[in-house]
């Protein structure tokens, strides 16, 4: 079945420095990518998607472009802000309808 | 609109015990998901109900678990002699329809610690 590979973290860096998290799938076809964020405390939430080859996901700032040529969808922010603290998971889904299958979870700390 | 909800929030019980987690979707979706998220596993799919047709019980771990929705709605996730290792935090979300993967909505989550 389809599934994700994320970098581990933590991840720790400065306000304003450039953030990329790496994820790779594996997969039959090309299937949907998702990027979730958690923020401390809080449910998943949706960050960004794409679903097709080439295609690119924004949103909040963070970009994801689906490369079907080395099969990753890196997210990538020029300049975090603290607020951007939270861990971030990699996502698609399996072979069967309804399940996303994540990655582990990538923490990232942004200090002032 | 309200979002996902969950309860409760957290829930302490003594090994052997049984434990209902509850979740509420969104109104009319038609598709809820449970997903546990534990220390050393990451996120893992669980259960899938949609609409009336029969659940995707695959993920489940083991034949203590079970789970029901009612009329559509309302899911019940029920441990049964719950073990340490069954410690983790319990997330529901819901979405629209079959076809919308990428509208999977969480709820907060219940932090189940088994003691």
């Known amino acids: 079945g389809n599934s994700v590979t994320q970098m581990e973290g933590p991840v720790t860096l400065s306000e304003e420095a450039f953030l990329t998290i790496n994820c790779t799938y594996t997969a039959t076809g090309y299937p949907s990518l998702f990027w979730y964020v958690q923020y401390p405390g809080e449910g998943l939430q949706l960050l960004l998607k794409a679903t097709k080859a080439d295609d690119k996901g924004s949103n909040k700032g963070f970009e994801a472009t689906y490369r079907k040529e080395t099969t990753s969808f890196h997210l990538e922010k020029g300049s975090v802000q603290v607020s951007d603290s939270a861990v971030y998971f990699c996502?698609?889904?399996?072979?069967?309808?309804?399940?996303?299958?994540f990655g582990a979870g990538t923490q990232v700390v942004v200090t002032p | 609109g309200a979002g996902v909800s969950q309860s409760p929030s957290n829930k302490v019980t003594e090994k052997g015990k049984d434990v209902e987690l509850r979740c509420d979707p969104i109104s009319g979706h038609t598709a809820l998901y449970w997903y546990r998220q534990s220390l050393g596993q990451g996120l893992e799919f669980l259960i899938y109900f949609q609409g009336n047709s029969a659940p995707d019980k695959s993920g489940l771990p083991s034949d203590r678990f079970s789970a029901e929705r009612t009329g559509g709605s309302v899911s019940t996730l029920t441990i049964q002699r719950t073990q340490q290792e069954d410690s983790a935090v319990y997330l529901c979300?819901?979405?629209?329809?079959?076809?919308?993967?990428?509208?999977?909505?969480f709820g907060p989550g219940t932090r189940l610690t088994v003691t």
């Open positions: 996502a698609s889904p399996s072979d069967s309808w309804g399940k996303l299958q």
């Open positions: 979300a819901s979405s629209p329809s079959r076809q919308s993967l990428d509208e999977q909505y």
